[in-house]
């Protein structure tokens, strides 16, 4: 079961890689600033917009161009998702569900109807779809791993970036 739970969280992950790799190839980007100096001084020194992140080239590059404090708001707060599914209970390493975060995972379904959605699907439809997931994890970690090594060891993909 632990290892079921870090493949789903690292598939979902992938899943969200491979979605920014091909948007961010395709040329799109939020428009407007990440950072700007003058709003808090103390905190950021430059200005940064997220079309100057787009073009920064590979992840690593773009990944350095975002402020420390920025870097950190990240980093918090996948800690704080992780440290919080952690302590869910029932833990999913003694009967509890397998990757779901209450805050994240069913956000329409816990407001308005004060249950999950995911509740209400038949059992075998639940079974299919969670099979589903896990193969679209793993075809995306794949895939998230060849984008990675495209953007950054030149001339390792040839197929995707022609060279």
Same mark, same amino acid.
């Given at each position: 079961?632990?290892?079921?739970?870090?493949? =789903?969280?690292?598939?979902?992950?992938?899943?969200?890689?491979?979605?920014?790799?091909?948007?961010?190839?395709?040329?799109?980007?939020?428009?407007?600033?990440?950072?700007?100096?003058?709003?808090?001084?103390? =905190?950021?020194?430059?200005?940064?917009?997220?079309?100057?992140?787009? &073009?920064?080239?590979? /992840?690593?590059? @773009?990944?350095?161009?975002?402020?420390?404090?920025?870097?950190? @708001?990240?980093?918090?707060?996948?800690?704080?998702?992780?440290?919080?599914?952690?302590? @869910?209970?029932?833990?999913?390493?003694?009967?509890?569900?397998?990757?779901?975060?209450?805050?994240?995972?069913?956000?329409?379904?816990? %407001?308005?109807?004060?249950?999950?959605?995911?509740?209400?699907? /038949?059992?075998?439809?639940? &079974?299919?779809?969670?099979?589903?997931? %896990?193969?679209?994890?793993?075809?995306?970690?794949?895939?998230?791993?060849?984008?990675?090594? &495209?953007?950054?060891?030149?001339?390792?993909?040839?197929?995707?970036?022609? @060279?």
């Amino acid at each position: 079961i632990k290892y079921r739970e870090a493949e =789903l969280k690292h598939g979902r992950v992938a899943m969200l890689a491979c979605t920014g790799f091909i948007t961010q190839s395709l040329g799109y980007h939020f428009d407007g600033s990440l950072a700007k100096a003058g709003l808090y001084p103390s =905190l950021s020194t430059v200005d940064v917009t997220f079309g100057d992140i787009a &073009a920064a080239g590979n /992840p690593v590059q @773009q990944w350095a161009m975002v402020p420390l404090v920025g870097q950190l @708001q990240i980093l918090f707060v996948i800690g704080f998702l992780e440290t919080y599914a952690e302590y @869910q209970k029932p833990h999913y390493m003694k009967g509890g569900p397998i990757g779901r975060i209450p805050v994240l995972w069913d956000p329409v379904g816990q %407001l308005i109807r004060g249950e999950p959605i995911t509740d209400t699907i /038949p059992e075998d439809v639940l &079974a299919k779809k969670r099979a589903s997931e %896990l193969a679209n994890g793993r075809l995306a970690m794949i895939g998230a791993m060849g984008f990675s090594a &495209a953007y950054t060891i030149d001339g390792s993909v040839p197929l995707v970036f022609g @060279q």
